[in-house]
């Protein structure tokens, strides 16, 4: 249960940058449809990851929690997904757009759930959703441990302040130059592969 009255830090992650050796986590994926739970009852869409993503890349004994880092997506700002084009070498090249994103690792104790799952939220508002699209990220620090709550409304504000916490943490000059990582942009790599599973995205 989340402590009563209890202030929340208004920063995450070390001012030097992310914290070996368990980040930055890589996963990259599909995105599909999903349940919708996110977006539909929260107002806050997501794209979950199946939590045998983690073990991919090593990492299925990371703790549950709130994280934070950039997604890679190869969609323009309204969510239209971007097709390969010629980098002016005659090869082709798919286009995206970095974003700042706030996911949860864990059992999700207010829908009671029986499994393990990864949920991300990426801080920007798209006009439409993106199924199928390819989704990259990087993940760079930890927000908060997880927590059961009394009513959804307490959820969603700890949700939102997760949020904003996400980009305070990501504004400082150690996390902001991990925008442009090559990786993010880098569609089809296989490493760290995982079906994502878009919430009402």
Known sequence: MRPDGSSRPTL????????????PIRL??????GFG?????L????AN???SGLSVGGHEDVESGVYFGWAGLNVNEKGEILKPGNDGEGKEKVK?????????IGWNPFYKNTVRSVEVHILHKFLQDFYTAHLNLLILGF??????YVSRDALIEDINTDCQVARNSL???????????????????EEGHAGLVANEV
Do not use: H
């Open 12 to 23: 995450a992650g070390p001012d030097a940058g992310p914290a070996a050796p368990l980040f």
């Open 28 to 33: 990259n994926g599909e995105v599909v449809k």
């Open 37 to 41: 739970r996110g977006s539909k009852e």
């Open 43 to 46: 107002g806050i869409p997501t």
């Open 49 to 51: 990851i199946p939590i």
């Open 96 to 104: 995206g757009l970095v974003y700042p994103m706030v996911m949860s």
């Open 143 to 148: 927000i908060r441990p997880e927590y059961d």
């Open 171 to 189: 504004s400082r000059e150690a996390y902001e130059r991990l925008r442009g990582e090559a990786y993010l942009l880098e569609f089809g790599v």
